[in-house]
């Protein structure tokens, strides 16, 4: 099956550090990756859609400049999350697709940040 | 606005039946969507509906009824390993997905 890798999987980080979250298909092509954010007992919230090789599309209310998204080739996404404070320690998760249709994603493990 | 409503909690005991259901109020509708959570973990594939019916998968079935806005969930035969969250999503017209917050599993002996 399409299996995807996340890392690291916890990060613990200062307040005003950036921090990178990768994300990679590991043995298929993805066209098209989504990076979620899950707090605690919440829904999982949709923060940006990136296709190889264009720029991300952002949520509303998700700010670009401070969530950096690079989709630099079929297998790797990267999420930056930039001057972090502690209201950004969070469950961050990323999906990957095939042919950019939503009942094709395939998970990540996810990754927990925490930010002092 | 959009909205998925499950239940925040249900518990069961190891063995029984148990239904776990989803009503939503989307613009539009492409299709509904079932996961399986754990703890600390990234959501797993369990169901796609977008026709109205019951559609079977071993222990798993999740049921759709457009026109009510409505699904469920059924787990048979319980095991410990089914305690998890089951998280309801909806694509809408725009092929966004919507999440409901999930309703946490627990399974008794």
């Known amino acids: 099956g399409a299996v995807v890798s996340q890392h690291p999987s916890w990060v613990i980080c200062k307040s005003g550090t950036s921090v990178k979250i990768e994300c990679r298909s590991l043995?298929?092509?993805?066209?098209?990756m989504f990076w979620y954010r899950q707090f605690p007992k919440q829904s999982l919230m949709l923060m940006a859609t990136?296709?190889?090789?264009?720029?991300?599309?952002?949520e509303q209310g998700v700010e670009k400049d401070k969530f950096l998204i690079n989709h630099a080739s079929l297998t790797l996404s990267t999420l930056t999350v930039t001057s972090a404070h502690p209201e950004d320690s969070s469950f961050y998760i990323c999906?990957?697709?095939?042919?950019?249709?939503?009942?094709?994603?395939?998970f990540g493990p996810g990754t927990r940040l925490t930010v002092l | 606005g959009q909205n998925i409503d499950q239940p925040t909690e249900m518990t069961a005991t190891e063995g029984a039946i148990v239904q776990i259901n989803c009503t939503y109020q989307?613009?539009?509708?492409?299709?509904l969507f079932w996961y399986q959570q754990h703890a600390g973990e990234a959501p797993t594939f369990l169901s796609y509906?977008?026709l109205d019916g019951l559609e079977e998968k071993g222990r798993f079935s999740s049921f759709l009824s457009r026109s009510k806005g409505y699904s469920y969930l059924l787990l048979k035969e319980l095991q410990m390993k089914d305690s998890a969250s089951y998280l309801c999503?909806?694509?809408?017209?725009?092929?966004?997905?919507?999440w409901g917050a999930g309703t946490k599993l627990i399974i008794k002996p």
């Open positions: 509906n977008v």
């Open positions: 043995d298929f092509q993805a066209t098209t």
């Open positions: 999503a909806v694509l809408d017209s725009n092929y966004q997905l919507i």
């Open positions: 989307t613009s539009g509708f492409n299709g």
């Open positions: 990136s296709n190889e090789g264009s720029k991300a599309t952002y």
């Open positions: 999906s990957a697709s095939t042919s950019g249709d939503y009942n094709e994603q395939f």
